[in-house]
């Protein structure tokens, strides 16, 4: 299984956010140091997860891909990355 680390120079920072990794059945790709895009193997985006701080911590927000509406919804927000993913592999 894949860790994703967030803290970091900026230069890891884009190395980063460039690289796909895959988490339990689905794509994650950073798109910067605080957005990412998740897909499916074959490539279908799903939705994606935004780092965010608030007063006690970081949050990660998902928001699922509604295709046919052509909008997103937020799924949830989570204490970690990798609780923000797996609300992606149900549905």
Sequence with gaps: MTTLEFASTARDTVREA???????????????DGLWRVTRA??????????????????FRA????????????VGEFWSMDDALDCFRVG
């Design 18 to 32: 460039s690289a796909p990794r895959l988490h339990r059945g689905i794509v994650v790709v950073g798109l910067n």
């Design 63 to 74: 928001k699922r891909m509604i295709v046919r509406q052509q909008r997103f919804v937020p």
């Design 42 to 59: 074959d490539g279908d985006v799903v939705g994606y997860v935004e780092r965010f701080a608030e007063s006690r911590g970081t949050r």
